[in-house]
T-cell receptor, first 114, second 111 residues
Framework: EAQVTQNPRYLITVTGKKLTVTCSQNMNHEYMSWYRQDPGLGLRQIYYSMNVEVTDKGDVPEGYKVSRKEKRNFPLILESPSPNQTSLYFC?????????????FGDGTRLSIL | AQSVSQHNHHVILSEAASLELGCNYSYGGTVNLFWYVQYPGQHLQLLLKYFSGDPLVKGIKGFEAEFIKSKFSFNLRKPSVQWSDTAEYFCAVGGYNKLIFGAGTRLAVHP
């Protein structure tokens, strides 16, 4: 089954404790992206990657890191989480092509930073 | 600046009522337009998309949207909503490497 898998689904942690949210896709997609969803703001892009070892900032990259060492994985790293990073996070993937392919989304990770 | 504006933040309808959700965008270059739906507790799912051609696009579950280039709009419509359409709806505009989402519209359909 084609899917984007995120882990964990829920996490409550404290300020400053490093955490990683994993994202894996099994569709051989080149493009992967992280979004955060906040009430009234929709989804905002954090980082994206167009292929292995190729990453770039989205609209709200501050406080986040990513890596793309393998095509299927695109982890999101919060080195020193802060309460303003409490949010719902979605990973997405798609093929690159002449048109922007609809992105496949994971089930989301709800982070609470205390 | 690139942006997407959804005018209705909350919509409440009775079953069988007609639905129209507004979406206006500001985007330079070739426009690809999408509507996504997010059912409670679930991830986003694609309802429909417009890349080129017929500006009236039909999607899943009886939804359709019309691209009006002169108005920079891509409104979502459904002639008769059901309780199961209760969800949040997001309009998005995309280029080569990113999607820009609107703030979303929460739709509640009462039986």
């Amino acid at each position: 089954e084609a899917q984007v898998t995120q882990n964990p689904r829920y996490l409550i942690t404290v300020t400053g404790k490093k955490l990683t949210v994993t994202c894996s896709q099994n569709m051989n997609h080149e493009y992967m992206s992280w979004y955060r969803q906040d009430p009234g703001l929709g989804l905002r892009q954090i980082y994206y990657s167009m292929n292995v070892e190729v990453t770039d900032k989205g609209d709200v990259p501050e406080g986040y890191k990513v890596s793309r060492k393998e095509k299927r994985n695109f982890p999101l790293i919060l080195e020193s989480p802060s309460p303003n990073q409490t949010s719902l996070y979605f990973c997405a993937s798609s093929f690159l092509g002449q048109d922007n392919q609809p992105q496949h989304f994971g089930d989301g990770t709800r982070l609470s930073i205390l | 600046a690139q942006s997407v504006s959804q005018h209705n933040h909350h919509v409440i309808l009775s079953e069988a009522a007609s639905l129209e959700l507004g979406c206006n965008y500001s985007y330079g270059g070739t426009v690809n337009l999408f509507w996504y739906v997010q059912y409670p507790g679930q991830h986003l799912q694609l309802l429909l998309k417009y890349f080129s051609g017929d500006p009236l696009v039909k999607g899943i579950k009886g939804f359709e949207a019309e691209f009006i280039k002169s108005k920079f709009s891509f409104n979502l419509r459904k002639p008769s909503v059901q309780w199961s359409d209760t969800a949040e709806y997001f309009c998005a505009v995309g280029g080569y490497n990113k999607l820009i989402f609107g703030a979303g519209t929460r739709l509640a359909v009462h039986p």
